[in-house]
């Protein structure tokens, strides 16, 4: 399984931006049919927040992240970001990368191959 090893959390003003970083060892992200990142948020379930389709870069994101997120990768370093602009308190949670994620009926999980980063706290204050 790939190992993955998020970056660039921290604590930011309501509207200010911050850079998700998404490092991968032992595999590439090509091997991945798609890439990702969650979120999880105290008391809350973990929820998709956005992916891309390795190849091509197809990229889709939830409702309440688009327009403001974007997913991008850098093939040569095996990186994959999260750039979040006009974030919001809402955006408070704890942010995983994630391999392989895919949507089963209305749910996204990852899939058999997939792997998940330890996580990187974003704090949005008012």
């Known amino acids: 399984q790939v190992q993955l090893v998020e970056s660039g959390g921290g604590l930011v003003q309501a509207g200010g931006s911050l850079r998700l970083s998404c490092r991968a060892s032992?595999?590439?992200?090509?091997?991945?049919?798609?890439m990702g990142w969650f979120r999880q948020a105290p008391g809350k379930e973990r929820e998709f927040v956005g992916r891309?389709?390795?190849?091509?870069?197809?990229?889709q994101y939830s409702d309440s992240v688009k327009g403001r997120f974007t997913i991008s990768r850098e093939n040569a370093k095996n990186t994959l970001y999260l750039q979040m602009n006009s974030l919001k308190p809402e955006d408070t949670a704890v942010y995983y990368c994630?391999?392989?994620?895919?949507?089963?009926?209305?749910?996204?999980?990852?899939?058999?191959?997939?792997?998940w980063g330890q996580g990187t706290q974003v704090t949005v204050f008012s």
């Open positions: 994630a391999a392989d994620p895919t949507l089963i009926g209305t749910k996204w999980i990852l899939g058999p191959g997939g792997s």
């Open positions: 032992a595999r590439t992200f090509s091997e991945y049919y798609a």
């Open positions: 891309i389709i390795w190849s091509g870069g197809n990229t």
